[in-house]
């Protein structure tokens, strides 16, 4: 017996003819085999990311690769992030059968859960009832606001007359779901009116 690698894409069956005899009468029948196209299957997608993502606007970071292998179909398999999780990841094919999942860039990730469910998608495209999915976990840090640049110590004088909407200072802070609100001393005078940055979407201005 030969062991050998059998292609289902270059045949999906095989017929065997086999011929005996005796010396003088020969006889002969014949059998055909049918292939079956396996499935590809998921190798090194981590069943949790680690390290866990800080919430907030996400860039374009390497977060993990994996392969999917397929006995002879790996060089033609194609994989995607499913819906919804697609606007914050991306997936990207590398040497196959390598493929590499990447944070969207400049995408908002605020952290309404503590995690992400993530289904990869992957797809024999020869035969596409080969579909397999998975689904790793994203873990999410709510990172605390810092002050990109600070309240001004001191404002510009003003009027003591009745003044509508002036300016009395704009600071900066790095997590774009927080929100602000005056303590003291008198928070029915003064509002905090909530901009976005031009230079920076992640440094929301107030």
Do not use: H, W
């Not at 998975?134 to 309240?151: A, C, N, Q, Y």
């Amino acid at each position: 017996m030969t062991i050998v690698t059998l292609d289902y894409d270059s045949a999906t069956s095989y017929t065997i003819t086999v011929t005996c005899t005796d010396a003088i009468n020969p006889v002969t029948s014949s059998r055909t085999i049918n292939l079956a196209d396996d499935k590809p299957v998921f190798s090194g997608l981590p069943a949790t990311l680690s390290p866990a993502r800080n919430d907030g606007f996400q860039t374009a970071t390497l977060l993990c690769t994996f392969s999917v292998t397929d006995a002879n179909d790996q060089s033609i398999s194609t994989c995607l992030i499913q819906a919804p999780m697609d606007i914050f990841f991306n997936l990207v094919p590398g040497t196959a059968p390598t493929f590499a999942i990447l944070g969207q860039s400049q995408r908002d990730v605020v952290r309404s859960v503590i995690t992400l469910l993530v289904n990869v998608q992957c797809v024999d495209d020869r035969s596409p009832a080969n579909t397999i999915t998975e689904t790793f976990t994203v873990p999410l840090l709510d990172e605390p606001p810092t002050f990109v640049s600070g309240i001004p110590g001191t404002s510009p004088s003003i009027s003591d007359s009745t003044v509508m909407a002036t300016s009395l200072g704009v600071f900066t802070v790095t997590d774009p779901d927080t929100t602000c609100s005056i303590m003291s001393p008198v928070t029915s005078v003064y509002e905090i009116t909530p901009l976005m940055s031009p230079a920076d979407p992640q440094k929301p201005g107030i």
